[in-house]
C-alpha cells in the first residue's frame, strides 16, 4: 500500500485535543496523553524493525517476506525464491516435489497477513513517506481522541484497508505497507476538523492531491488499501466524536465493535468465495 505527499497539521484540532475534563479527559472521552507523541513512535519503531528483518534477511527474497505481506491466496514457491511462485499450481501439487514450497494466504487461514501486512514494507521511500506521514498525523490525533481510542483507530484502519484489498485486488498479488491506516488516520483528521469548523478545505485538498496520486500510480499503489483504509477513518473518527455525551464511552465501544465484527464478517465472506 505505497503513501503519497504528507505533512499537514490541524491547528483548531490539536486545540480541541488540549481540552480536558476535570478527570483529565480528552474532549472526547479518551485518557489525555502526557506525550502523545509516543504511540506514534511505537509504531514507527515496529515498522522501522520489520524493515530491518526484511533488508537484513534479502528484502523481496526474505523467508519472512510472503507471511508477512497480504496474499489473498496461497501461492507455491521454488525453494528459496519466495519472489517468485507457479500460477495455478495448489497446495497438493506443489507438496510433491521437495523444491517447491507452499505459502498460505489469507484464504488458506493466515488472517495474520491482514494485519503484518500493514507493517511490512520494502523500499526505504516506501517506509520513508508512510511514517513521515504518522509523525505528522499521529500525535495531533492521539491528543484528540486519547491513546486508546488512537491505537484503535490505527488499526481497525489498517484492517479496513486490507478488507478492501482483499475483497478488489488481484488473488494472486501480494499487498504491504502502512498506507491503509495512514489514509485511515488523514479520514480521522477530516473528521474531527468538520467537528470542531477547522478548515476542512485545506484537508481536503491535502487528501485529494494524495488520492490523485494514487489514482495516477494505481499501476504500483494499492488504491485499494487506500480507499478501504481512509473509509474506515472517517467512519470510525464520526463514532468516537459524535458518539452521545452520556454513555460516551458505551456507544464508542458498541461502534468500534460493530465496525470491526463487520470487517471480520467481510473477510470471511472473500474467504468462502475463494475457497
Known amino acids: 500500500m ?15 485535543g488540549r481540552k480536558s475534563t476535570r478527570s483529565g479527559r480528552t474532549a472526547y472521552g479518551g485518557l489525555r496523553p502526557g506525550n502523545p507523541g509516543l504511540t506514534s513512535m511505537v509504531l514507527i519503531a515496529i515498522n522501522a524493525a520489520v524493515w530491518l528483518l526484511l533488508v537484513a534477511t534479502g528484502g523481496q527474497r526474505s523467508p519472512w517476506y510472503p507471511y508477512l505481506a497480504l496474499l489473498p491466496e496461497g501461492r507455491c514457491v521454488p525453494a528459496g525464491r519466495p519472489d517468485q511462485f507457479f500460477p495455478g ?11 517447491r514450497t507452499w505459502i498460505p ?7 495474520w497477513q491482514l494485519f503484518t501486512s500493514a507493517f511490512t514494507h520494502l523500499e526505504i521511500w516506501h517506509i520513508g513517506f508512510n511514517m513521515l506521514a504518522l509523525w505528522f ?19 481497525v484502519s489498517a484492517l479496513a484497508g486490507s478488507t478492501m484489498v482483499y475483497w478488489l485486488a488481484d488473488p494472486n498479488g501480494s499487498t504491504l505497507g502502512a498506507s491503509g491506516a495512514i489514509f485511515g488516520l488523514m479520514g480521522a483528521l477530516l473528521v474531527v476538523a468538520f467537528k470542531v469548523g477547522g478548515n476542512t478545505q485545506s484537508i481536503l485538498a491535502w487528501i485529494g492531491i494524495n488520492f490523485l496520486i494514487t489514482v ?32 460516551r464511552t458505551l456507544w464508542q465501544s458498541a461502534g468500534l465493535v460493530a465496525v470491526t465484527l463487520g470487517l471480520v464478517a467481510a473477510v470471511l465472506a472473500r474467504t468462502a468465495a475463494l475457497t
Open 2 to 16: 505505497h503513501d503519497a505527499a504528507v505533512g499537514f497539521q490541524c491547528p483548531s484540532c490539536i486545540a480541541e
Open 89 to 99: 499450481v495448489g497446495e497438493t501439487a506443489c507438496t510433491i516435489s521437495s523444491s
Open 105 to 111: 494466504g489469507v484464504s488458506d487461514g493466515a488472517y
Open 137 to 155: 498525523l499521529g500525535p495531533q490525533l492521539e491528543q484528540a481522541i486519547g491513546r486508546g481510542r488512537f491505537v484503535a483507530l490505527y488499526l
Open 216 to 247: 495516477v500510480g494505481r499501476g504500483f499503489i494499492s488504491w485499494q488499501g487506500h480507499l478501504g483504509g481512509f473509509l474506515g477513518g472517517v467512519l470510525i473518527a464520526a463514532i468516537l466524536v459524535y458518539a452521545p455525551r452520556q454513555n
